[in-house]
């Protein structure tokens, strides 16, 4: 049987769908593109078979079929598992991805750093409970999805430098344990925005605009008001995937916000 014609094995689908999840966005799937390159040499499929896999992949996305975008209609069955598997357990398919990533990696440079995984290993504390390490893993991958799904720019401002970025949690880490990997559950906005909206100082409402406490802000701050109050009521810039689910943006609003 030729490569052409083998089934994907779940190793391959999960390095695709970690492609389409964090790396890429619709109009960057097609043979060309250098990290599908990259990627199909590891797994050992063609560039032009990867990039139809992600087409497949996009085809079972709603927020492609929702913007009048299609994929193409070979979708297999075991493409459609795994998009349930990972909709229904964000961690426990960041976390798969991350090890298959490291065993990749592992064999295509074995006397080098990891050339994929950009993000340095978390610092662990001994004491931390084996679940919340295992959690804490696919925080690199989560930080990606959000940010790609926003092109790596924060959603309020625009801007771009992945230094001053965040892939700001919408309900805190600390208050949802089952959501804390779900990039439905982020927002990609610069620091000071993320501290805002950590804080309370500013929301979402149910129509994606920016909502600014009603606080009693200093008229003197230029800074701030320019930056910040100056934001009410600003429609957020639209993620092409991951767009922040309302019972999250619901959740900020009646428990973190202050209104």
């Given at each position: ?28 799937c ?12 590891l ?54 991805v ?126 701030l ?8 009521g ?9 767009l ?16």
């Open positions: 049987m030729s490569v052409r014609n083998k089934p994907w094995t779940r190793q391959q689908l999960l390095v695709a769908y970690y492609l389409y999840t964090t790396e890429l966005t619709f109009g960057q097609h043979a060309g593109q250098p990290l599908i390159i990259k990627y199909s040499s797994i050992g499929r063609t560039p032009n078979a990867l990039a139809m896999k992600l087409c497949n992949i996009a085809s079972l996305d709603p927020a492609i079929i929702n913007s009048g975008r299609k994929g193409l209609t070979g979708a297999s069955a075991a493409d459609r598992s795994m998009w349930q598997e990972m909709q229904s357990d964000w961690a426990a398919f960041f976390i798969e991350e090890a298959v990533l490291a065993e990749l990696t592992a064999s295509a440079f074995p006397d080098k750093e990891s050339q994929i995984r950009d993000q340095p290993a978390p610092d662990y504390h001994a004491g931390e409970r084996q679940v919340k390490t295992a959690v804490r893993i696919g925080q690199a991958s989560f930080r990606r999805a959000v940010l790609s799904a926003y092109a790596n720019r924060c959603c309020i401002t625009g801007l771009s430098e992945p230094r001053l970025l965040v892939a700001s949690h919408i309900i805190p880490w600390r208050d949802d344990v089952d959501n804390r990997l779900n990039p439905h559950n982020g927002l990609a906005l610069s620091m000071l925005h993320d501290k805002a909206f950590d804080v309370g100082l500013i929301t979402v409402d149910e129509k994606r605009r920016v909502v600014v406490s009603a606080q009693n802000w200093d008229d003197k701050d230029e800074f008001h320019r930056t910040l109050v100056s934001c009410h600003q429609l957020l810039n639209q993620p092409e995937k991951f922040p689910h309302q019972k999250f943006l619901e959740h900020h609003r009646e428990h973190i916000f202050l209104g």
